[in-house]
């Protein structure tokens, strides 16, 4: 599933691609919207909320949609062939005279009024990536069960929105807490620190083209500077890097499934429980 940051980038092509365009070309391709026709309206804008994209056109009207696990938007110049997928696989075709976007496998789509919005995204915490980011509150959503596995919790967009698989086992490396951790058993400062972390990574990564958590790996047993990580598996400290050595002890990364997802950790660096 995208991250926070991947979405964001996202909206922001989208931004630039429609906003302040009349749509020449629109196809909803999905059953309850295939008759919607948008030609003729403006888009106003193209928003990410968390993991939502918010594209919001002339005349009271947002199209909302989510990426999941492997839904898509690209853009394409007029004479661009669509290299996104099979056409079967299209869900959502907006173009206007300099630029087309299309959404593949897009498994949330949905025309609504703007005003509803909040029936899209209103469930959401406070954005890592948004205006409404509140630390305090991103914080008491997340302790509010105290119980709950720390990988659970980073990943409940209630809580707070933009954290995907990739930063929940990032964020549980650099608090030392394995993702079953309960989260309540995190000492406030280090739950406290973990939130803000959790947003700068994100803003940090929001406008790189391959995303960095390491900020500079050092090899064990290294006395000199930090040198920065130069291969893609040295961008991230544990995640996608099973059986291979932890980057700041050199211990065997281990593996395991959380909730469905695959979850990474440091049996040295992370303590607490594990399955």
């Given at each position: ?190 739950a406290a620190l973990l939130v803000t972390t959790a947003r700068q990574l994100l803003d940090a990564n929001r406008d790189r083209p391959v995303r960095t958590t ?18 893609a598996s040295e961008n991230l400290w544990v995640y996608g890097r099973a059986h ?32």
């Amino acid at each position: 599933m995208p991250e926070g940051d991947t979405v964001l980038q996202t909206a922001e092509r989208l931004h630039s691609a429609l906003a302040g365009q009349v749509l020449t070309r629109s196809d909803l391709r999905v059953p309850r919207f295939a008759t919607a026709d948008l030609t003729g309206r403006t888009v106003l804008g193209v928003r990410a909320r968390g993991k939502h994209l918010l594209a919001r056109i002339e005349g009271g009207l947002t199209l909302h949609s989510h990426l999941r696990m492997d839904g898509a938007w690209r853009v394409y110049a007029p004479d661009e062939r669509w290299r996104g997928g099979p056409s079967h696989q299209i869900r959502a075709v907006l173009g206007n005279t300099a630029a087309t976007a299309v959404g593949y496998r897009l498994p949330v789509l949905e025309l609504l009024r703007t005003r509803d919005e909040e029936k899209a995204v209103g469930h959401l915490g406070p954005d890592l990536l948004g205006p409404d980011w509140d630390a305090g509150t991103a914080l008491r959503n997340l302790l509010a069960d105290p119980a709950r596995p720390l990988g659970e919790a980073l990943l409940d967009q209630r809580n707070l929105a933009g954290i995907g698989n990739i930063y929940k086992t990032e964020l549980c490396f650099l608090a030392r807490a394995t993702p079953w951790l309960p989260i309540g058993e995190l000492p406030a400062p280090t739950a406290a620190l973990l939130v803000t972390t959790a947003r700068q990574l994100l803003d940090a990564n929001r406008d790189r083209p391959v995303r960095t958590t390491t900020a500079g790996a050092r090899p064990r047993g290294s006395t000199g500077p930090a040198p920065l990580a130069r291969r893609a598996s040295e961008n991230l400290w544990v995640y996608g890097r099973a059986h291979r050595p932890c980057l700041r002890c050199g211990t065997p990364i281990r593996a395991a499934e959380q909730d469905g997802r695959p979850a990474y950790w440091c049996p040295r660096c992370q303590s607490g429980p594990t399955p």
